[in-house]
C-alpha cells in the first residue's frame, strides 16, 4: 500500500473559516487502495484521527504531462470541496494541495 501525506494546504478560493478547518487536520494521509471500477478513487483521504476524509483519482496533466491527485474532500458541514494535490519538487515525498471549489451537498428523499 502506497501512502503519502500532503504536509501544505495552500491557498486556494474557498471560505478561509473552512480551509482552516481542513488545515487543523495536517498532515492528511492519502492512502492507495485498489479500485472495483474505471470510477473508483486510487486514494483514500484520512485526516490526522485516521477517520476517512476523502478521496483521489490520478491524474495527468493535458499539456505537460505532469503527474497529480485530484482530490474531493467531504466536509462534516454538508459539503464537498475539490481541489488537486501534488508532489513537491524540491522536497521528495512531500505533498501540497489546493484547493478550489465547494459545493453543497443535498440529499432528496
Known amino acids: 500500500m ?3 501525506l500532503i504536509h501544505a494546504l495552500l491557498s486556494g478560493t474557498i471560505d478561509p473559516d473552512i480551509e482552516l478547518q481542513i488545515a487543523l ?8 487502495v485498489e479500485r472495483t471500477d474505471d470510477h473508483a478513487p486510487d486514494y483514500r483521504i484520512d ?5 476517512d ?3 483521489g483519482w ?3 496533466s493535458a ?3 505532469i503527474p ?7 466536509h462534516p458541514a454538508g459539503k464537498r470541496i475539490s481541489g488537486v494535490a501534488w508532489q513537491s519538487p524540491e522536497f521528495p515525498g512531500r505533498w501540497s494541495a489546493q484547493l478550489h471549489r465547494i459545493t453543497e451537498i443535498s440529499l432528496n428523499a
Open 53 to 55: 476524509f476523502g478521496y
Open 68 to 74: 497529480y491527485i485530484a482530490i474531493l474532500i467531504e
Open 25 to 32: 487536520k495536517l498532515p492528511m494521509t492519502l492512502r492507495r
Open 47 to 51: 485526516s490526522g484521527d485516521r477517520v
Open 58 to 60: 490520478t491524474m495527468l
Open 2 to 4: 502506497t501512502v503519502h
Open 63 to 65: 499539456k505537460e504531462r
